[in-house]
């Protein structure tokens, strides 16, 4: 029987792990699944709700988050990257988006993107891949995603609330006690910040293909 594939592909916000793992999975002809739209529909309803994730617990807005919660256009905006760092962090909340990960996978393999995919949602990842770029290089693509008008006089001073922004979700997300980002020992780096989207597929490609010989 052949092993199914899985392939891990984790790291901090903003780093180019989304583009790579949708592009991944067309291109291998493999489900996909971003991993951390299930903790900002959790994070969502909350605050839908009226709810502060920094002292309420998540646990039943997890457990009843559907594929319409992830369809939502309003999963990427800053209220909802605190709110999804604060319910990650609640090991009730992991307990119970970790077996719907590993359910979606099934028995035919997928490529998930997530920030602990290598390191507890599959150890035992076919392939493990951690996706890095600098602050500064993520601030720009996240600010770029959300700017209406690219050409505004405080471009600079924007970006730089957004490089704090992001630089302050790296530091909660590696300091919390349950499932920390962090890169599987054996995970394979690629670094985004000079690297085109064709190039860093390309790359991930070569990396897959020698490790599934």
């Known amino acids: 029987m052949t092993r199914r594939l899985v392939i ?13 793992a949708r592009r991944l999975a067309q291109a291998l002809d493999l489900p996909y699944l971003d991993t951390g739209l299930l903790y900002r ?8 709700a009226g709810l502060d994730p920094a002292t309420a ?7 009843t988050v559907g594929l319409e919660d992830l369809r939502r256009t309003d999963l990427r905006v800053p209220e ?9 962090s609640q090991a009730a909340v992991r307990r119970t988006l970790v077996d719907v990960q590993r ?3 099934g028995a035919h393999g997928a490529v998930l993107d997530g920030r602990d995919i290598g390191t507890v949602i599959f150890p035992d990842a076919t392939v493990k891949l951690f996706i890095t770029a600098s602050p500064y290089t993520r601030a720009v693509r996240r600010w770029e995603q959300m700017a209406p008008n690219p050409d505004v006089p ?7 609330r957004v490089e704090r922004e992001i630089a302050a979700r790296d530091a909660a997300d590696s300091s919390r006690a349950v499932a920390p980002l962090r ?3 054996d ?15 390309a790359e991930a490609l070569r990396i897959v293909a020698r490790m599934t010989r």
Do not use: N
Not at 15 to 20: I, S
Not at 57 to 63: I, Q, R, V
């Open 183 to 185: 890169a599987a020992e």
């Open 103 to 105: 359910r979606f996978a």
């Open 41 to 48: 529909a959790t994070g969502r309803r909350m605050i839908d």
């Open 80 to 88: 909802v990257d605190r709110a999804a760092s604060l319910v990650a």
């Open 154 to 160: 405080d471009r600079a001073e924007q970006i730089a």
């Open 187 to 201: 995970a394979v780096h690629i670094g985004t910040d000079h690297l085109s989207a064709d190039e860093v597929l």
């Open 57 to 63: 617990p998540a646990e039943e807005f997890a457990a």
């Open 8 to 20: 891990a592909v984790d790291g901090p916000a903003a780093a180019g792990k989304g583009t790579l």
